[in-house]
């Protein structure tokens, strides 16, 4: 059942499947009228529109997959479907081109005031003076976050000859040179140079906030911000207090702490800002991809019994996940414990599988490792389905070792983080 207008690329190969009886509403339900549309449905597509409650998920006594065509799965009741067993999945790759291409857009919309410009000759003005802008050339973009979005926002940026700075605790040095970025070790350092700053991370507690009051300070004055990521990592009454000030010249925001925001929204009444309704995955291609992408996950599990981006579950057949279960629990557990002792940046990381550890399956185990080891940055962004790829991202060597060393225990595993000549290890069984 496909409960949200989805491209119709992905709703056709749905119902090219003669396994499959698909059917699309034509508007949007309330949980009410949910209720007993879903009762036969064995998976339900959404966007961001449609509420997949608990009781609608109780309701649907066949259910077996929810598919969210996009990334953010605030819409579904995801602690509901994984007591269901119901597989929740998402497309999170689907938008990363519209989301870097809007915000080098946005960039440079607010670098040469064409927001404006464009109301003043519309209102029939012609005041050119009043419009003047800066070159993105030769400047200084301070890049916050370098995972996917990040990485393509660089590359347009050092196409029209800027010096693109970065600041990821994650991002390896490798990934760094072929990105052909700076790394700079703190916030600080990215503050003092850069000449445009944006924000590509999740919204974590780390990031909730981080460009408040006490960031704008140590920023060259003159600053423009730009935030195509996510509401709240920008302190917006902040915000305005700087751009007041003639602290930070302008800024160009897509995403709100609350959307869409208050009447009293203290930036909608600022030339300096460009304020857009949350348009990163609003493209034609970026919703076809998504559509066609989700299309795709959910007939691959409903006729093969595949697995792909789940955020609730892992790649497993219930036998098999009754046996791992234990070294799943063990494995996140001591990724989180060597993400804390560890350094941030870090090139390689060493799973060591010893006993009867290496009889069963490694690579959902390494994936829970990974899950434990990078979630306190990335978030909920990061699940077992797309673990890998967020290490890959980083620049972050992965390797499975299997020992046959004598110990005093039966199964193990043992974890070691290089950075540089740096090591740190911990162990568990």
Sequence with gaps: MVCDPVSPKGIELLKQRPELNVVTLDKKHSEAELLPLVRDAVALVVRSETKITRAVIEAAERLRVVGRAGVGVDNVDVEAATERGVVVMNTPGGNTISTAELTFSMMAA?????????????????????????????????IIGMGRIGGEVAKRAIAFGMRVIAHDPYLSMARAKALQVEVVESLDDLYAQADFITVHTPLTDETRNLLNAAAFAKMKRGVRLINCARGGIINEADLAAAIESGQ??????????????????????????????HLGASTKEAQDNVGIEIAEQIVDFLINGAIRNAVNMPSLDAKTYALVKPYLNLGEKLGRLLAQVAPKRNDRLVITFGGKANDIPADPI??????????????????????????????????????????????WLHLAAFSGSQKVSAGGT
């Design 110 to 142: 607010m670098a040469r005031k064409i927001p404006q410009a464009d109301a003043s000759v519309k209102a029939g003005e012609w005041n050119r003076k009043a419009f003047s802008g800066t070159e993105l050339y030769n400047k200084t973009l301070g």
């Design 248 to 277: 930070v010249a302008g800024a160009a925001l897509d995403v709100y702490t609350t959307e869409p925001p208050p009447p009293d929204f203290p930036l909608r009444k600022l030339p300096q800002v460009v304020l857009t309704p």
């Design 366 to 411: 390494t994936r829970s490792v990974l899950l434990g080891f990078l979630s306190q940055s990335a978030g909920s962004d990061v699940n077992l389905v797309n673990v890998r790829a967020k290490a890959a991202a980083r620049g972050l060597l992965v390797e499975e070792v299997h020992s046959n060393d004598s110990t005093d225990y039966n199964e």
